[in-house]
């Protein structure tokens, strides 16, 4: 019998953590597959990891993983990930956001021979703010990055075994999980559905981690922001060749009397220039700073405690 890991991150989620239970519960009844459920407890502050320690001492198909402290959404899948033993794998958020009803869909397109199964989102009832954000966001990410992700998909997906393999062999800090997920490659589908409403507590995501999440995923997609100062060095620079030729045109042979130009014209110009290389320099600082990250080579989270994973032979 294949045995199949769920893996939850979970950050403050006591609110949410009962309904979650009971649904998957509902979803992995009368199932064919042996099912293992991994909660990650990402450094929550409130009662999380007594309630999934809980969940661990009645039903012997749950662990539960507690890190060292909060690693952020897509560290605490990674440790799920690494954690998992399942022929295949299905990520999804705690907060019901992610219907664990879609699970046996996801199982029988693997059974079709998928190795990737990801969710997209034909509706979501987020925010009007995050919508919006967000809709824009995977356009943008795909008008530059290097490589194209399906749009308007999060990290809710299933994987084989063999694409989880693949996908353990990166390592880099700095993930994006929903590129890396289809960087992999191997026979991928989607399936779609509708993104409900959180069923209770708030989004673990305000907007400057959202802002984070996405450079993170743009910096690590797209080398076109790095290469943005030589095209606009090179524009730039055209441009002023041709001023520069029409003023010495102005100067010696049409010996034009108005010459002088004023300090206002001057000054917008300088303060353009100042201002573009400043972005610049920022946008070069933002891939400096992210190598840098890299070679520090620190493990990408600290496990504090696990329970539940005896249960496993
Ligand atoms: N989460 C996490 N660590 C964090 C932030 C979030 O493990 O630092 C979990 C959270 O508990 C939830 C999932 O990641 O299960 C998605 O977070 P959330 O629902 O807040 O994000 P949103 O759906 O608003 O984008
Ligand atoms: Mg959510």
């Known amino acids: 019998m294949s045995l199949v890991s769920i893996l939850l991150p979970v950050y403050n989620e006591e ?30 502050s409130d009662n999380s990891y007594s309630i999934i320690e809980g969940f661990c001492h009645q039903d012997k198909r749950v662990r539960a993983i507690k890190l060292s402290r909060n690693f952020g959404h897509q560290l605490s899948i990674t440790a799920a990930i690494d954690a998992s033993s399942g022929d295949a794998i299905v990520i999804m958020d705690a907060d019901l956001q992610d219907p664990p009803s879609l699970i046996p869909e996801m199982l029988a397109r ?8 990801y969710a997209s989102r034909q509706q979501r009832k987020d925010t009007w703010f995050k919508r919006i954000t967000a809709h824009l966001f995977y356009r943008f990410f795909n008008l530059i990055a290097s490589y194209k992700t399906p749009q308007d998909t999060g990290d809710f997906r299933l994987m084989s075994r063999k694409a989880v393999q693949a996908l353990s062999q990166l390592r880099e800090r700095n993930r994006y999980l929903r590129g890396l997920c289809f960087w992999i490659g191997y026979k991928q589908t989607a399936i779609s559905f509708a993104r409900g409403e959180r069923i209770a507590g708030k989004t673990k995501y305000p907007f400057l981690k959202m802002v984070r999440f996405a450079l993170d995923g743009l910096f690590s997609f797209s080398n076109l922001p790095l290469r943005l100062s030589s095209y606009l060095g090179f524009v730039l620079s055209f441009f002023s060749l041709i001023y520069l030729t029409w003023i010495l045109i102005q100067k010696f042979i049409l010996k034009d009397p108005h010459l002088v130009l004023g300090w206002t014209s001057l000054l917008a110009v300088i303060l353009l220039l100042g201002g573009l290389q400043f972005l610049i320099l920022g946008i070069h600082g933002e891939y400096i700073g992210r190598i840098f990250d890299e070679t520090r080579k620190r493990p990408l989270y600290l496990i504090e405690k696990k329970e539940g994973f005896a249960n496993n032979e």
């Open 15 to 44: 609110q949410t953590l009962n309904e979650l239970y009971q649904q998957l519960k509902e979803a992995t009844k009368d199932s064919p597959y042996k099912f293992e459920i991994i909660f990650v407890d990402d450094g929550s």
């Open 110 to 117: 693997w059974e079709e021979g998928y190795d990737v199964v």
